[in-house]
Structures are given as C-alpha cells and as structure tokens.
C-alpha cells in the first residue's frame, strides 16, 4: 500500500498503545512509528513485548514495552507514568486491548462475560482516566479500536456487543467532556481483518472465510495496513477538526449485518 500521508508526519510525538504487542493493534504502532512517533507499548506478555519492541525498531521507528494489564487501573497508571518519564507527555493514545470468543449466551458463564467488558470497555477506561494528565494538551489524541458489533448485533457476540457499544459511548463523552482543553477522541471500527487473531477464531476455515468475503461489497478482506492509515488519519492534523467519531474501516460489511460471522451461517 502507498500512503497519502508524508513521512515522518508524526515527527517528535509520542505514542502510547494498549494491547500494543499483537495483531492490528502492532500495526497500528508500527505505522505510527514509521510516521516518526514514539511508541509506548502496553500488554501482559512479556515476550511479545520483547518481539513488539524488535519489530517496531527493526522498521527503524523507537519502542520501549510496559507490562500490564488494563484491567488494572493501578498498574495501567503506573505504566504510563514511567512512559512519560522515557519520553515526555503523551500526544497519542491507542485503546487496543481486547479480548473475544464466540459463544451463545445461555453458554457463557458470568466471569466469561464480564472478562471481555472488563479488559474492552474498563480498559478502555482505565487507560483514557489514567493517561489524562500525561496528555500533552492542546492537540493530544485518543483512539479507541471499538468493533461493529457495537452498533450491529451478532449472535454468539453478546459479551462483544456490548462492551464495544459501550465503548463507542465512552468515546462520544470523553469528547464531550474532553474538548475544551483540546483533546480529540474518536474510534476506529476495523471490520474482517485478514490474518488476525479475531478473524482465525471467528472464521477458522477457508469456507467460513470465503463466505465473509462474499459478504463484504469491496470484495475482500481488510489488511492491518488499511486499519493503521486510518488511524493515522485520526491523529493527523488532516482530523484537526474531528472528534467524538467512529470511523467504520470494514469495506461497507456491516452494512448488510454481521449474519456472515454467526458460527454455521
């Protein structure tokens, strides 16, 4: 993919990621990075940092690794202060951290839902209420990765649908609330994303991933590439005047409902 955006855009900024280690979330602070940012990553594997951290320099961009988890508002607040100390106010805040499997609800014990609400929506939380006075303020940004589940009702999803409609909300306040000290907050909403961790347990199969793709109007799935332009977008001066969105990244698929991920749809 070419990029409309110029090099080192980012130049000076610095960047913290949730759940930063991994999947779209790595990309996104890959793409960061290679923009100029510094990258501050957020997760609880301690050898994924490591392998984060690695490919984040490899690409010739700077990273450094906090271990926590953000369902843990004191650890999640300790991270980011030692991350302020590195490299200064943070510029950028990336709420990643999520976690998802498919499941009926009368199949799903209590713990098993309140884990996903607990690590997306208090996650979320967590981060944006700890990061807030290490924010360099005015022109800071935040952006949450939400899901369409949050708009769009998917069976075995529950305990997605309504943490990510959750932090959908979350996303519309903060920019309320957050605004008049010049902090934007939008959300990114990536649809079927190839070669993700989501995607393998939602669409294990060549069958199931065919018929997602049918289900798509652009014709294929989407690239962790197309998820980190867009977030970049949001944090680029070209977004100066955007906050409180939810930018939906998923090729026009929940426009016609999320009925292609249903387990034997």
């Not at 990765?145 to 997605?160: M, N």
């Not at 070669?195 to 989407?222: F, H, K, N, Q, Y």
Request: with cysteine; hydrophobic share 50%; aromatic share 6%.
């Amino acid at each position: 993919m070419t990029s409309p955006f110029p090099e080192q855009l980012l130049a000076g900024r610095h960047a913290f990621v949730t759940g930063g280690t991994s999947g779209i979330n790595l990309g996104i602070a890959l793409r960061l990075a290679r923009a100029g940012a510094r990258a501050s990553l957020l997760g609880r594997n301690a050898e994924r940092g490591a392998r984060a951290v690695r490919a984040v320099t490899g690409a010739g961009g700077e990273a450094a690794f906090h271990p926590a988890d953000v369902r843990d508002y004191p650890a999640v607040a300790a991270a980011i202060g030692e991350a302020a100390k590195r490299w200064g106010p943070l510029d950028i805040l990336i709420n990643g951290a999520a976690g998802n499997f498919p499941a009926p609800a009368v199949g799903m014990s209590s713990n098993a839902f309140r884990a996903v609400v607990d690590i997306d929506l208090l996650g979320t939380f967590n981060a944006s209420r700890a990061a807030f006075e290490h924010l360099r303020q005015p022109g800071s940004v935040v952006v949450n990765v939400s899901a369409p589940q949050a708009f769009a009702p998917a069976a075995f999803q529950s305990h997605v649908c309504a943490a990510k409609a959750g932090v959908d909300m979350l996303t519309r306040v903060l920019a309320l609330e957050w605004g008049g000290v010049g902090i934007r907050v939008n959300a990114i909403t990536p649809g079927p994303i190839a070669g993700t961790e989501g995607m393998e347990r939602l669409a294990p199969g060549p069958e199931e991933r065919d018929r997602v793709v049918r289900s798509i109007p652009l014709g294929r799935m989407g690239t962790v590439e197309d998820v980190a332009e867009a977030v970049l977008f949001l944090c680029s001066p070209a977004a100066a005047f955007i906050t409180g969105a939810v930018l939906v990244c998923d090729g026009g698929w929940s426009l016609g409902g999320l009925g292609s991920m249903a387990p034997g749809a």
